[in-house]
């Protein structure tokens, strides 16, 4: 077994809670050693909490720190350039929270860093690595679902928890930025992610906050194999964080619901004066406990898939390029919405895996019969319907038999 990773944490707000949390976890052999935020009070009572040796609040000298060998970057969006960068003449490997930049031209940047110096980079999209968003890749891989024809994804709340969230200038945008990058990834992740995103058609508005940025979007994504994408995103959602995914495909469907309405529903008249879960509007009445947060948000397979594939010197899962492919859809999303036209996805880069085509198109039979199947259906007076395209004519028609 490898050793374990001695880490320093940029950032210790929300997302540096649930990742330490996480690098903490049960039996883990990963630590935090030194810990970065805005002031050292801060970076201090984080480090009391967490039993974490070393607090600073200065990035570059949490980064050169000669005891860690991993770089965790958690910080607003405005410094993540900055932070890989160090990490980057640090020479130590470095995983970044969502989103990678917050333009395309940023996220190009910060890539085109990592990969001139050769450092290990991984993307933090957590959830693509929920267990069921695992497990539904999988079945999607064996061709269980057919041929991916739509994915809908959305994320929705009541708003984020710090102020600079609400600062278009540090943030990037709005609510497209901030979560339609997780139903991005979620929804390239199920069409393939080797299939390019070819154009966008997003509607975004500010519906409730006084705030420059949007606090509401859709989207659709129109991918080279014409499968469609769809994202909701909004900050004007109340009751809770609703986080809930679909697929469709020529042979099946799923359906995910990762945080509302899950199988744990819980009335409390009294409550019991604690967290009950991200976003959750209260602690009383009826509620939705999660329980065990960093799973279901996908935080333990991810940092053992980044720390896996650093031991393995393998490519992660989620990598910076997917980060740079988020954000070239959404800069597509912010001109669709401000054009009111269908954008293409500008990308100065594009890869494939070269991986063989997967098992997904096993459900689509050759056929070169002259009658084409078009539905089958079975009626509620015990008939078969079989509804046909006769390809010759182009007539469509219906033949129906007993049983
Ligand atoms: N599911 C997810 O993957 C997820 C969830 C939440 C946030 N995030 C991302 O994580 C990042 C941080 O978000 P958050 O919710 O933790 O924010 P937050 O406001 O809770 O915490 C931000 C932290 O950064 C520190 N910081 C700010 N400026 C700094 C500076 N100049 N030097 C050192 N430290 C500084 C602050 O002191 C604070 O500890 C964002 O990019 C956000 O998009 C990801």
Redesign the pocket.
Known sequence: MAPGREITL???????TFYTMTLHGPRSRDRVHTV????DE?ARAFASKWGIPRAV?D?VKAVEDPETDLVVV????N??KTAVLAAVRAGKPVLC???LGRTAAEALEILEAVEKAAVFAGY????VYTPKTLKALASVAQGALGRILWVRSRETHPGP??A?FWDKDIAGGGAIV?MGC?CIEIIRSFVGKDVRPLEVLCTADTLVHPIAAEDSGIGLIRFENRAIGQFEVSWTFRGGMDLRDEVAGTEGTIWLDHFLRTGFEMFTAVGEGGYVAEKAEGDKGWLFPVGDEVHA?GYVHMFADMLDALDEGRAPRETFFDGYVVNAVIDACYRSAASKRWEPVDLAVWRTSGAEASKREKGVAADDSRFKLIKEEKMPDGKTKRIMKDIETGEILQVVREG
């Open positions: 940029l950032g210790a707000g929300l997302i540096g970065c935020a805005a002031t801060e609040s990035i958690g910080l607003p969006n410094l993540h929270t969502k989103p933090l999209e957590d959830l928890h710090s600079w901030d997780h948000l």
